[in-house]
């Protein structure tokens, strides 16, 4: 069982280290801070998406996140340890066989349309999330073995499972499982995407389409996370989120005092403010979930061929990219997890760069060197998709795979890079149209394998997005991830898992690349921001404007 209790400090929270800031004093030693003063508003500048729906329900991606944490709270959080810590709940216990939960809540909370929370608004929040008609992508599959929401009384709702879910808190522990007002959710899909209602510390006040989204505070917030540094309402009278994709553009507004934050920094960028003594600080986090990684599309003709799948893993020196091109903000990675995750696996050697294995490996597969450097085989070229979203990947990332491309092509692979728009790649995944792809994919917890690598996430959730991008049916391995997911045994599920990462890097479906970060710059007169770790997402609840 969890019981809520309430972190101290922001320095507390940032000691383990998954959570670095720059300095936040003066060189000089002056100490910033003092008293938070109420009011102003913070304008934060986004390189991801802007959301095509504010409901984090519909769909589920990160543009969703970082727009709804704002508005919408979660059962759960995480702390930077990976332990769960209630929100809007008080505690949550799984039955010993595993077949109900049990979750009491928090009193006393109103939604900011004055609906009260109690168990019938987890009930109705489950069921809208599971009702094929919301679109839901990464909370239909989160909850997909709740079979229904019992309300025992008001402030007590139990769970019944089609099987057991180790992980639900866990998932609970997510904006897009986020709780909402059962009044608003009667409302048409068009109006709630355009204005959620939640118990969070800001309401959304108006959605200038292509520009930003401007939210005002909740003047009667009372329901503050336990990894919160304060209670009560938020300190900043406004919030603004303003759409900028272009990175040397957020970066010039914030040097300029446009805006007073950024996210998706270059590493460059990063590394000048956290090596200088000047007024930009730096916030890096590391998303829980699975790493960034290249997924290799075994259903294609190209990678069908595990011989062929080793070789391009190979072919790629991804260490030295890594270390060139991000500046010391993050390290090339062997896991398949990220590192703030519990039981991630490091598999050394497993992609060392080879050229003369990788040649090998595809002289054995059959594919010969044609006149103009590219392989073929039964009159097919060697050929790889990877359609790039340029929302989710940064300009750093585009030159690791540009690089991955250069290299490829050394042992005969033409590899076509494809950038697009958030919507347009989302539809290219959905179609299986890509041989390799990175695709983000958040969840705090290793059960985020099971999403991502069991056979079920081939078939799509009612979004249309498919989680297993591998295009693998394995049923040991999904067996291997099914009782992982069950079990409440720590040891037992660590086992697991370390086996089933294994069988998926034997496989060669998979190439890790490093941590899924959030990246952070700020202006010295920001005080309070931190990144809650439900999904490390930049949090303005405890954050005000130091003038």
């Keep these: 069982m969890f019981t809520r209790r309430r972190s101290s400090t922001l320095a507390a929270l940032m000691a383990t280290g998954l959570v670095l800031a720059a300095c936040s004093s003066d060189e000089g030693g002056e100490e910033r801070g003092g008293e938070p003063v109420s009011g102003g508003t913070l304008t934060f500048a986004t390189g991801d998406a802007e959301p095509t729906c504010l409901d984090p329900h519909v769909g589920g991606n990160m543009p969703q996140q970082i727009a709804g944490i704002n508005v919408t709270e979660s059962l759960f959080t995480m702390t930077e340890e990976g332990e769960v810590e209630p929100w809007l709940a008080e505690s949550g216990e799984m039955s010993e066989d595993g077949m109900t939960w049990t979750i009491k809540l928090r009193e006393g909370v109103e939604f900011t349309d004055g609906t009260p929370f109690n168990a019938e608004a987890v009930k109705v929040n489950v069921e809208h999330l599971q009702d094929p008609a919301t679109e839901s992508s990464t909370g239909y599959l989160a909850l997909e073995h709740v079979e229904s929401v019992e309300v025992a009384d008001e402030h007590t709702a139990i769970l019944h499972m089609s099987e057991p879910d180790a992980a639900l808190q866990e998932s609970f522990a997510q904006t897009w499982l986020a709780m909402e007002s059962p009044a608003a959710l009667e409302r048409s899909m068009e109006e709630n995407c355009e204005s959620?209602?939640?118990?969070?510390?800001?309401?959304?006040?108006?959605?200038?389409?292509?520009?930003?989204?401007?939210?005002?505070r909740n003047e009667n917030y009372t329901s503050a996370p336990a990894t919160a540094t304060h209670d009560g309402p938020a300190y900043l009278e406004k919030l603004e989120i303003r759409f900028m994709p272009d990175a040397s553009s957020r970066y010039a507004a914030l040097q300029a005092g446009e805006v007073d934050v950024i996210d998706s920094a270059q590493p460059d960028t990063i590394s000048q403010a956290e090596k200088s003594d000047g007024p930009v600080q730096a916030l890096l986090g590391v998303r829980s979930g699975?790493?960034?990684?290249?997924?290799?599309?075994?259903?294609g003709n190209t990678f069908s061929d595990p011989l062929v799948r080793q070789a391009f893993m190979h072919a790629s020196d991804i260490e030295t990219g890594v270390e060139n091109l991000f500046f010391g903000t993050v390290d090339r990675t062997t896991s398949l997890?990220?590192?703030s995750t519990p039981y991630g696996i490091t598999h050394d050697g497993e992609f060392d760069y080879d050229v003369d294995l990788a040649n090998e490996l595809l002289d054995e597969a059959g594919w010969e060197m044609g006149t103009d450097g590219v392989r073929t085989k039964d009159g097919e070229r060697l050929t790889v998709r990877?359609?790039?979203?340029?929302?989710?990947?940064?300009?750093?990332?585009?030159?690791?795979?540009?690089?991955?491309?250069?290299?490829?092509?050394?042992?005969?692979?033409?590899?076509?890079?494809?950038?697009?728009?958030?919507?347009?790649?989302?539809?290219?995944?959905?179609?299986?149209?890509?041989?390799?792809?990175?695709?983000?994919?958040?969840?705090?917890?290793?059960?985020?394998?099971?999403?991502?690598?069991?056979?079920?996430g081939i078939e799509p959730a009612p979004s249309g997005y498919h989680a297993n991008n591998i295009n693998v049916s394995d049923p040991e391995l999904d067996d291997?991830?099914?009782?992982?997911?069950?079990?409440?045994?720590?040891?037992?599920?660590?086992?697991?898992?370390?086996?089933?990462?294994?069988?998926?890097?034997?496989?060669?479906?998979?190439?890790?690349?490093?941590?899924?970060?959030?990246?952070?710059?700020?202006?010295?007169?920001?005080?309070?921001?931190?990144?809650?770790?439900?999904?490390?997402t930049p949090w303005f609840g405890d954050a005000w404007i130091n003038n």
């Design 386 to 456: 990877i359609p790039v979203s340029t929302n989710q990947s940064i300009p750093a990332e585009q030159s690791l795979l540009e690089q991955i491309q250069a290299q490829a092509a050394e042992v005969g692979f033409e590899v076509t890079i494809e950038p697009m728009d958030l919507a347009s790649w989302y539809a290219a995944a959905g179609a299986w149209e890509f041989d390799a792809i990175t695709a983000p994919y958040g969840k705090s917890s290793p059960d985020v394998l099971r999403i991502i690598f069991h056979s079920d």
């Design 290 to 299: 699975a790493s960034t990684r290249l997924e290799l599309n075994t259903g």
């Design 196 to 216: 959620p209602v939640g118990t969070g510390p800001f309401v959304v006040e108006q959605w200038n389409r292509q520009h930003s989204i401007v939210y005002s």
């Design 337 to 339: 997890l990220a590192s």
């Design 480 to 536: 291997l991830l099914t009782r992982a997911n069950q079990t409440s045994d720590k040891k037992e599920r660590e086992e697991l898992y370390a086996q089933a990462q294994q069988m998926i890097v034997d496989g060669a479906y998979v190439m890790p690349l490093y941590d899924w970060q959030t990246r952070v710059l700020y202006n010295e007169n920001v005080e309070g921001l931190r990144l809650e770790t439900n999904l490390s």
